[in-house]
């Protein structure tokens, strides 16, 4: 077994993936691979290639943190490091700890060694590495945990993955002994609190905690047969019973992902040991290099886990954000990370910003409009991504924003158009990247290709990988079709998902009799044999007049929107035409408010932007640039948006408007507004003209 990274290869543009002679079967297409390396396979597990890196790398940086100040009151403005060595020796001792306590019956009768599970419910901090690697060590099981979870969803999990341990932070103890109080967490029997804030690393090795913190808990845990631990406890038991590690096989379960449906409860995807061996050796065919990341979307999300585990086997280190996304760029200005992974709804604002101001009157807008203008012909022509006069003089207050040496963006987790992506990457002067994949295979399946100047697609599979599409024929999607063959995306690898945790039903719609994975999205394979996603399989709405509408794919066109921070585009099959609900972006919509309104809204007045999404010319005005985004991406008539109420209460995890991956919950939202959309149907259409006017 190897756990050496691969050789490096080229990629050819003009044709991505191969099709695999012979291969085509009836209402499928024909298998595609990767054309840099068809053929790639591992038996190594992640395990095996993070032993590595910490062979290669023991005394280098791994994981960082700003020290909390208890006399300031703040985060120190800078981040501490623990090296590999470190990570190792602390994740050996609290996997003893854990083991130790498992031997003295504290976690359950007849309880072994392995394959139980320990949860983690915090924010984004280096104890989620810790105790993720010695679960891993241990061959134990680890389930993350949203940090923006409710009562209930925390219960179900803790009790659908048989969870033994909770580590979490004061904030979250109380929802776990109440429901134990009420016995509905019958497996939990410990509970590790973590500080609120992580200290320095001198306070660290001082072990050092308030006696009067866990005095409560430990007091209201008698009452529930639990037991309360602090981290230092857990490490110095540890660490007087060490025991060997116990490395998983390539097949046992390291952790459960938690799918954040929109409806029901969540499915628990089996992530092995092997799938995260495969990925992290298959990542560095793309990108190598010790790189900083920045580490701020949910560990609970397996994109997050996915950039993590890459960057450290490629001997790179992880930052890890305060908790607070609204300092994350005080954060970044610190650590000054060289690669960003991100997700549409952060890269649509900032292209958003970008768009508002080369839009704005004055001398500057004109610059940047020349400047975006000569970047974007020049990356269009040859992919250059700098330019000696415009980068110091216009872009550099951009790059600025993210650290100022960040080298490479990846996008996950949905959709993102072209255009924006392209905007990014001359603004920054670096490469940015789509991405694509599911829970079901470690968010893992595509990317595009280094060098691809031409926008528009997800790329190609990962060496190794399998993808068909299979025809959907109610929808019109075939493989027949042309200039393009269309289908559902089914695929293929070492990183497929076995199924899901408990649910043969839901495994076997997942997944085909030949271990193929149904993805659930359309695409088409294009002119350079690369994916295009076009469209979701469960996202057509049909209108009353037989219209079918793809919400998902208008969604994410009308993103463009300058004036917009969030939208829900609404129809059904009652009626003829859609609308919006849409939360305005302050910054852009108090301009346009003042300037229709003729008195001076601010973005931070509130009130004043509220009773403005009142007014009939302000909403008139904001459905304009809908309409615009409509003509610009010659949309059919029944696409517009013809109706909008806007609001300045946004959609959050918090009110129950989004999943804690940031996705409408599109169900509680249109029953939120519910009255209100009535209303906007109540007005009728707004009489639009899919033809620009006339001059």
């Known amino acids: 077994m190897s756990t050496d990274l691969p050789a490096e290869v080229s990629f050819p543009l003009d044709k991505q993936m191969l099709p695999v002679p012979g291969s085509k079967q009836p209402g499928f297409s024909p298998i595609y691979k990767s054309a840099a390396q068809p053929e790639w396979e591992t038996t190594c597990t992640v395990y095996d290639t993070l032993l590595r890196a910490k062979e290669e790398n023991l005394e280098e940086q791994v994981a960082g943190w700003r020290p909390w100040n208890p006399v300031t009151n703040n985060f120190e403005p800078y981040f501490e490091w623990y090296t590999h060595q470190e990570i190792e020796e602390e994740r050996t001792a609290i996997g003893s700890g854990l083991g130790a306590l498992a031997k003295q019956g504290l976690l359950g009768n007849h309880l072994g060694e392995t394959e139980w599970t320990v949860a983690i419910w915090t924010l984004n901090r280096p104890e989620f590495m810790i105790i993720d690697y010695a679960n891993l060590a241990y061959s134990r099981r680890t389930v993350s945990l949203y940090e923006t979870y409710d009562a209930a969803s925390a219960q179900y999990i803790f009790n659908h993955a048989e ?63 639990i037991q309360i631990f602090n981290w230092f406890q857990i490490l110095d038991l540890g660490r007087k019973n060490l025991a060997a590690h116990i490395p998983p096989k390539y097949d046992s379960i390291h952790s459960f992902c938690y799918t954040s449906g929109t409806t ?41 886990r996915l950039c993590e585990i890459v960057v450290v086997r490629t001997g790179g280190r992880v930052g890890y954000f305060n908790g607070d996304t609204t300092r994350l760029l005080e954060d970044m200005s610190i650590l000054k990370p060289d690669m960003f992974p991100s997700v549409p709804r952060v890269l649509n604002r900032i292209a958003a910003l970008v768009q508002a101001q080369a839009a704005a009157p004055g001398l500057k807008a004109a610059l940047l409009r020349k400047a975006l203008a000569t970047k974007i012909a020049n990356h269009d022509r040859d992919g250059s991504l700098t330019h000696p006069l415009y980068d110091p003089l216009v872009f550099s207050k951009v790059k600025a924003l993210l650290g100022g040496k960040v080298q490479y963006i990846t996008s996950g987790s949905a959709p993102i158009r072209g255009d924006v992506l392209k905007l990014l990457r001359v603004c920054l002067s670096c ?28 790329g190609a599979v990962y060496p190794g990988m399998q993808l068909k599409l299979a025809d959907v024929p109610e929808l019109g999607y075939t493989c027949e079709d042309k200039p393009f063959p269309r289908g559902e995306v089914l695929v293929k690898s070492q990183c497929t998902f076995p ?104 973005p931070d007045n509130l009130d004043a932007m509220q009773n403005a999404c009142r007014d009939p010319k302000v909403i008139a005005a904001y459905l304009d640039q809908y309409t615009k985004i409509a003509r610009q991406n010659k949309m059919k008539g029944f696409e517009y948006i013809k109706g909008l109420y806007l609001t300045m209460q946004p959609f959050s995890v918090e009110n129950g408007l989004l999943t804690p991956t940031f996705k409408v919950k599109r169900h509680e939202a249109v029953e939120r507004f519910k009255e209100q959309i ?8 707004a009489q639009i003209s899919s033809r620009p006017p006339k001059l």
């Not at 040991?273 to 990108?287: C, I, L, N, P, Q």
Request: hydrophobic share 40%.
């Open 163 to 225: 969870t033994r341990v909770l580590f979490t932070t004061p904030n979250h103890v109380g929802v776990a002994l109440a429901a134990a109080q009420q016995g509905k967490l019958p497996l939990l029997k410990a509970i590790v609190i973590l500080d609120a804030f992580r200290p320095s690393k001198q306070s660290l090795k001082a072990g050092f905690v308030d006696p009067q913190r866990d005095v409560l808990a430990k007091e209201w845990a008698k009452t529930c047969d």
């Open 431 to 458: 490469d940015v990247r789509e991405g694509y994949g599911q829970t079901e295979n470690y968010g893992f399946c595509t990317v595009m290709y280094p060098n691809d100047i031409s926008m528009g697609s997800v």
């Open 678 to 685: 009535q209303q906007v149907y109540a007005q009728g259409p």
């Open 264 to 304: 029901g409860n969540p499915k628990a995807a089996i992530i092995t040991a092997g799938m995260g061996g495969y990925v992290t050796t298959t990542m560095a065919f793309h990108k190598r290099g010790k790189f900083t990341v920045i580490s701020y979307l949910p560990t609970a999300h397996i994109y997050a």
């Open 499 to 602: 199924g899901y945790y408990k649910d043969q039903d839901k495994t076997k719609e997942a997944l085909t009799d030949d271990g193929f994975l149904r993805t659930g999205d359309i695409a088409a394979i294009d002119e350079f044999n690369r994916v295009k996603i076009i469209d979701r399989v469960k996202s057509l709405l049909k209108l009353s007049q037989g219209e079918y509408v793809a919400i998902d794919n208008l969604s994410e066109f009308y993103g463009q929107n300058p004036l917009a921070a969030q939208l829900l585009v609404h129809g059904d099959s009652f009626r003829d035409y859609l609308i919006g609900i849409s939360v305005p972006e302050p910054t852009t919509f108090a301009p346009l408010a003042s300037k229709i309104l003729g008195s001076t809204i601010t």
